[in-house]
């Protein structure tokens, strides 16, 4: 009877070692999206951000005449993701009723090209999209993508005439989100590689299988010693 009563024990610890590593080798493809919220694209994000910075540097510009014209002219840039915000600052400032137009540098640099009017001078001293984390929440839970994008520009109002600096602003945004990680096909834009950055994951799995190996390791052993002491 002593047998069948340490064979139940034994059984018991069995299927319960059974259950936990089936349980643990399942894994959710994706996390529920909430309902009515909207998870934007990796580009729309980056247009939103470059419209928030955009908004704030025209918010604290001094009033300026309405009569002259304003040139948009980029001093420094980070690559090819200038062009969303240099779009986005193009349809901002149009918006707010302003006579704008954009040149290259070496024609504004020609005497020729000099008039009564200002130029915005700007610098994209940062501007990125990263994802900083690609983890489960839990062990087992579905797998997210926290995606974190930040912006800083520097600017200059010059008059174009006399060469005098009117003004200088700078400001630096950052935002960040998480997202189901069976978003990122959609998220990301084929033609445009800033949408695109380098996934890096981390495996909880690769953290806890050894400690829960380890600890069902321990309870066995434990569990054995203790049925030796029994008899």
Do not use: C
């Amino acid at each position: 009877m002593r047998f069948f009563r340490k064979y139940g024990k034994l059984h018991k610890i069995i299927d319960i070692v059974i259950i936990v590593f089936l349980f643990s080798s399942l894994s959710a493809s994706s996390a529920p999206q909430k309902t009515g919220e909207r998870i934007y694209s990796n580009f729309e994000l980056l247009n939103n951000i470059s419209i928030t910075a955009i908004d704030e540097i025209l918010a604290n510009m001094p009033s300026l005449e309405n009569e002259k014209r304003i040139l948009l002219i980029k001093s420094r840039g980070v690559g090819e993701i200038d062009f969303v915000f240099e779009n986005a600052l193009l349809d901002r400032t149009i918006d707010a009723g302003m006579d704008v137009y954009r040149k290259e540098k070496a024609e504004t640099d020609s005497t020729q090209t000099v008039q009564s009017g200002y130029e915005l001078n700007y610098q994209v001293l940062r501007m990125s999209l990263k994802y900083t984390d690609i983890s489960r929440s839990w062990w087992i839970g579905a797998k997210e993508v926290e995606r974190w994008l930040q912006i800083h520009l520097f600017v200059q109002l010059v008059d174009i005439e006399s060469g005098d600096i009117i003004w200088i602003g700078e400001t630096e945004k950052e935002f960040n989100d998480v997202i189901p990680y069976s978003f990122l096909d959609k998220v990301e834009d084929e033609n445009y590689a800033f949408t695109k950055p380098e996934r890096k994951e981390f495996s909880m799995s690769k953290l806890v299988q050894p400690i829960v190996v380890t600890g069902i390791v321990a309870g066995l052993v434990s569990l054995f010693f203790s049925n030796q002491s029994d008899e």
